[in-house]
């Protein structure tokens, strides 16, 4: 695998005023509908996480997106405002990825499907006013492609979200502040239900970690020839789950970006673990996959059944985020305390 941005796309490890504070409160407090700005028409105005202001004259309705941005955006009540995606948005046999939520996959221009595609031409065409994607390191336009993106951004404003070394309700906040800002109504019942699962998600982690303390929890991904070990203190999920109580393994040799620390397989039991959320991209080996390593299937964890899958690059919305919370809800409360 390589290093830098291509090592960081495999493992990365990854807005109204009410909602900004109940979720400084963690899903906690009233309804977040009732203080929602009405959507209007006319000037538009917004500063992104590089501290960029971008303003306009009138609102922008032709948004092109990381695919689980545009994903992220329709959560929050956006939806002919996307007219373009990239990033993996269909798998091989046809299905939606993952990454693509409740888009309209079939309404959307698909400008690229892998790391590193992006057709410039069509986006072009699709005459944008806005591209809106993560930011994992200061500057880095996620799957904005650095040997294009000279002739990429001077077709259109762009909008950088973080999504590294802040927890992850505050992308999520980011996003549903610009969603508000594109018209979307964060008072409307799917917004305001999504954000009740989400709250109630993250108090059933809590409650897991309470009632089975202990469980050591690592967030990994597997390659042909190396296992990576992300880091909690810099993927926003992790760095969210830890606060909610759960004890996540921290590696000590980390690699550029301080995102995971790369083992080889005859090392991959150097982190003791009662728990592992494993990478579920399909970038990523899966577990039939990893059967084959010897190390792998003497994992503690693995002999016990004990792996559960991984969002590595989550949807930043509460609908998004929601089940992963779940699912890892119950994963801690099944789990057992394992030697080694």
Not at 133 to 158: F, R
Not at 260 to 266: G, K, P, T, V, Y
Request: glycine fraction near 8%; charged fraction near 25%; aromatic fraction near 8%.
């Amino acid at each position: 695998m390589l290093e830098s941005t291509v090592s960081r796309r495999s493992l990365l490890a990854g807005g109204a005023a009410g909602l900004v504070a109940l979720l400084a409160a963690c899903g906690r407090g009233d309804d977040p509908g009732g203080s929602a700005a009405k959507p209007t028409g006319g000037p538009w105005s917004f500063t992104d996480d590089r501290g960029e202001r971008l303003s306009a004259a009138n609102r922008p309705s032709r948004i092109v997106a990381f695919t689980g941005v545009a994903a992220a955006l329709v959560d929050f009540g956006l939806d002919e405002q996307i007219v373009g995606v990239f990033g993996e948005t269909r798998r091989a046999d046809g299905r939606r990825d993952r990454q693509a939520g409740d888009l309209d996959i079939e309404g959307v221009e698909i400008l690229g499907n892998v790391w590193g595609e992006f057709d410039l031409e069509r986006y072009a065409t699709l005459r944008p006013d806005l591209l809106v994607t993560h930011m994992y390191d200061p500057g880095a336009l996620w799957y904005v492609p650095d040997e294009s993106k000279a002739k990429i951004l001077p077709l259109a404003p762009s909008v950088a979200v973080t999504t590294a070394r802040v927890p992850m309700t505050k992308p999520i906040e980011r996003y549903a502040q610009l969603a508000e800002s594109l018209g979307a109504d964060l008072s409307a019942k799917k917004v305001t239900d999504a954000w009740a699962r989400f709250a109630a998600a993250a108090d059933a982690v809590r409650a897991a970690v309470k009632a089975n303390p202990g469980i050591r929890v690592m967030a990994a991904s597997g390659s042909p020839d190396l296992f990576y070990v992300s880091n909690p203190k810099v993927s926003t999920d992790l760095m969210y789950f830890a606060e909610l109580g759960v004890e996540i393994v921290v590696p000590t040799k980390l690699e550029q970006g301080a995102y995971f620390e790369a083992l080889s397989w005859e090392n991959a039991g150097k982190f003791p673990a009662d728990l592992i959320l494993l990478d579920n991209r399909g970038t990523a080996l899966q577990p039939a996959d990893l059967a084959a390593k010897p190390t792998w299937a003497q994992l503690p964890a693995v002999r016990a059944g004990q792996v559960t899958p991984w969002d590595a690059v989550p949807r930043f919305s509460h609908a998004g985020a929601a089940p992963l919370l779940e699912n890892l809800a119950t994963a801690i409360r099944n789990a057992k305390r394992l030697d080694g």
